[in-house]
């Protein structure tokens, strides 16, 4: 009996190219003033660091670690230090009303209705948990954040190793069989069908299913037998 569920964000209950077209650029065109203007705030500071110790450069100048997160932003790489930054750098966005959380319809009738059914709803996303709570506070649906109990992000580990669904699980009041992980990356699925979460795919643009997984086009699919 699935208990909780565990979504994705991008491709999986908002729309890939919000992410892409609109996310991305903002944060890239503003990332090179927002870390000199704010390099010696604490949380700014930390990721700097961390982006001097990936790169193993210690003593890398400020403009060469944010030619580094340039790179990794064209690259879209999944790297903590940067989904950090990236949240700090869109939150002023969304408080300026430069854009909206982008949410699906369908997705968001699906999440209210199961809240209301009794399920426990969880995000586990490559996006920073303070990106997180940015799209949901500032979605297309007012603030729905309350609909979520918990949001997880590559602190974790990172979503296609099985490690990753293991340390969520162990934070949960819930075996990993009680878990429906909800996404349209079907490496992460196998991932989390490997240590016993069910696993359903979202197919939204048309890319290929997989036999391991049943795949709903759109939330108004699901049905009971999607959790078969």
Known sequence: MIKALLTD?????????????????????????????HQQDPIVAQQIAAVKTLIDKPNASTDEVIS?????IDADKKITPLKQLQGLIWQTGYENGDFTGHIYP?????LVEQQHAGQ?????SSGSVKAQHLIFHYSDFGDIRPLFTDY???????????????????QLPF???????????????????SVGIKTLHLI?????????????????????????
Do not use: C, M
């Open 120 to 124: 426990q709803l969880y995000v586990y």
């Open 175 to 193: 075996a990993a069989n009680e878990v429906l992980f909800l996404s349209d990356v079907v490496t992460e699925l196998d991932a989390a069908k």
């Open 152 to 170: 997880f992000d590559t602190k974790v580990g990172a979503k296609q190793e099985p490690s990753a669904y293991e340390n969520i699980i162990e």
């Open 68 to 72: 580094t997160l340039l790179e990794w």
């Open 9 to 37: 964000i991008e491709g999986t209950i908002t729309r890939v190219s919000f992410v892409k077209d609109i996310l991305f650029p903002y944060a890239a065109k503003k990332l090179a003033a927002f870390v000199n203007a």
């Open 204 to 228: 939204r643009d048309g890319q290929p299913s997989s036999p391991a997984h049943n795949f709903i086009n759109d939330f108004s699919q699901f049905t009971a037998e999607s959790l078969a």
């Open 106 to 110: 369908d997705a968001y009738d699906f």
